[in-house]
């Protein structure tokens, strides 16, 4: 459950607007696509959703946690309930695939029985249980961001925000992730993900949030992109 | 404190990788703290060793009162109770100028044997009180009050030595002080660097964990216990050549000290093992610290 109340935030080093008293509501299990213009501030708002930054007004409330009171060392807790997704995967490159997934729950102190058991899981879910032992040089575009998508998921977060998770890969690879990401929404993740994959959008009718110049222009069920690339 | 320990050995082989990672920065840090802790070392040891030969003489403070050498026996032993009635005296010894001259023959070498002759034909020395003290800090009162008895020739007394004493140890100590903030300030500036340059390699790791939601803690661990491996390793290697340094020099030193006894290398190492330990690992997590607060914005 995510709800954005009358958000504004401006930097203040260089004056920019990047929200503008913006609010909406995501319901548990929703699937929501973030579009708009380079700039828009689509990339503020994710960083709002992890408290990277803060709002200069308004509220934010993600997964049961009032952002504006969280204490800054609850801030890794608010973090764990949500998976993170990059354009460019963001990977260990000396780790494997497995470690690279078992990375994100050693680092918040889960046993070695506990990764033992969820890293194979995870991996068969993402398709990539055979190459587990790889290093991240050795895969495709698609198979890194698979990877990607393990590690978030790994610690079963009920949010996951994709920040353009195809905009590195080609059409097929494109679709295929995409089609992973539906899947894991079905299994009741929330999916948030911010794109200029006009084609997915307009085809999969789900629901569209638009931001243009920091505001909230359109926020539509089974929406389309609406822009032109 | 419960993460601490379950994630232990996790952040330990992280600091020990951080540590191998930049070979190069571990060695000079490692250096620099046993440059740091060596010099600190000789100048503890110079320090013990002034202060504990300051507690010997302190001990042996006694204060010799001489009367004049054709003085009677009689009149010397009516000086001699007067002497013993001086406040803070515990004790008036009696030497008379037969016994120091025995005493002296049984000091000098045989070859000089005709030097003795001279001697005996006609005693040079002259009949002395030895006063032992109640209170040495005394020392110049009582001889002060011995010197105004009449028929007393001279008096000596050992608290001129003991103030020179007493200063050089306090300039010691202070010296100390300052060198060790000095150098400690250096260990701790390059440690600092050594660890910032393992936070700058490893800082895509660092990006992940805090947005998979490792806490805080979590992330600094490792850079701590590296800050600290550097501290006890140069503390270690420190304390061997110190300790090492002093023994092998030990003997030449109590040679020339004569009678003032030299401190053991066993009454030191105790000190120095565990002085260097606590201060190469603080040095260490300062520096760790200092590099938390500035790069790893957590």
Redesign the interface.
Known sequence: MIEFKNVSKTYEDTGVRALDNVSFFIDKGEFVFLVGPSGAGKSTLTKLL?KEETPNSGEIIVNGFDLNSLAK?KV??????IG?VFQDF?L?PNKTVYENVA??M????ASRSEIRRSVPNVLSLVGLAHKARMKPSQLSGGEQQRVSLA?ALV?KPPVIIADEPTGNLDPDTANEIMQLLCEINKRGTTMIVATHAKNFVDEMHKRVLAIENGILVRDEEEGVYGYDI | MAMIFRNLKYFVTQGVKGLLANSLMTLASIGIVIASLVIFGIFVLFGLNINSIGNQIKDQCEINVYMPNDMSRDNVRAIGSQLSEINYVKEAQLYTKEERLQNYKEGIHQDQAEVITTLEEDNPLRDAYVLSLTDVRKANEVAAAAAKIKGVEEVTNRQDLIKTILSITNTIKHVSIWLLLILAAISIFIISNTIKLGMFSRRKEINIMKFVGATNWFIRWPFIIEGMLLGAVGAAISSVIVMFGYSSILGTLQEFMGNIRILEAGDVSNIIIIGFTLMGIGIGMAGSAMSIRKHLHV
């Open positions: 992890i060392n890794p807790y608010l973090r764990r309930s993170m963001r260990l990375f994100a050693q680092v918040i102190g590690r610690n």
